[in-house]
T-cell receptor
Framework: DQQVKQNSPSLSVQEGRISILNCDYT??????FLWYKKYPAEGPTFLIS?????DKNEDGRFTVFLNKSAKHLSLHIVPSQPGDSAVYFC???????????FGTGTRLKVLA | DGGITQSPKYLFRKEGQNVTLSCEQN?????MYWYRQDPGQGLRLIYY???????QKGDIAEGYSVSREKKESFPLTVTSAQKNPTAFYLC??????????????FGPGTRLLVL
């Protein structure tokens, strides 16, 4: 029973275009959301986060949008670069159990 | 240079053998976590510790054990009871479990292979 879902296992985008990665969650009590980027055989690297009191957070080329009513968040990367090719995980912090719950990841490939 | 280190990078286990994966952090974080990643799957929580001398089971704790005798160290032992140990193991830490909206940081990982 997945509490955090990333329904697209892979995504291909042309260099310079926008990449949009999606994530859905089931528990409306979750209030802190994170995106991580992971290269093969390395640990995930924190990218950006958002609190439930906001609906958008921006950091350079990365923007995270949160739609609480739909229990959906998305990561926008613009413009996409070949170095962005990696697996992206969304995660939520369950403040009741202090656990971080991860989605299954989306593999992004940015084509030069 | 603050961070999380894991060793070794690769580890080989023989059948029936216990092996221990090391995780050390110098970030002065209270909370530490162990995850397992299998191909095509997300990160699954094995054990976590909110404070020294205390730890809790995660979602897939069977066949694993941990200790938290020091704040900076959280070793994971993969016991012979773990029948499918081949995976990529990730250690992580955060400032304090229970602190709201804290980011979790990861080590570089250890790949465990069964001979």
């Amino acid at each position: 029973d997945q509490q955090v879902k990333q329904n697209s296992p892979s995504l291909s985008v042309q260099e310079g275009r926008i990449s949009i990665l999606n994530c859905d969650y089931t528990n409306s009590m979750f209030d802190y959301f994170l995106w991580y980027k992971k290269y093969p055989a390395e640990g995930p690297t924190f990218l950006i986060s958002i609190s439930s009191i906001k609906d958008k957070n921006e950091d350079g080329r990365f923007t995270v949008f949160l739609n609480k009513s739909a229990k959906h968040l998305s990561l926008h990367i613009v413009p996409s670069q070949p170095g962005d090719s990696a697996v992206y995980f969304c995660a939520v912090l369950d403040s009741g159990t202090y656990k971080y719950i991860f989605g299954t990841g989306t593999r992004l490939k940015v084509l030069a | 240079d603050g961070g999380i280190t894991q060793s070794p990078k690769y580890l080989f286990r023989k059948e029936g053998q216990n092996v221990t994966l090391s995780c050390e952090q110098n970030l002065n974080h209270d909370a530490m976590y162990w995850y397992r990643q299998d191909p095509g799957q997300g990160l699954r929580l094995i054990y976590y510790s909110q404070i020294v001398n205390d730890f809790q089971k995660g979602d897939i704790a069977e066949g694993y054990s941990v200790s938290r005798e020091k704040k900076e160290s959280f070793p994971l032992t993969v016991t012979s009871a773990q029948k499918n140990p081949t995976a990529f193991y990730l250690c992580a830490s955060s400032i304090a479990a229970g602190a709201l909206q804290e980011t979790q940081y990861f080590g570089p990982g250890t790949r465990l292979l069964v001979l």
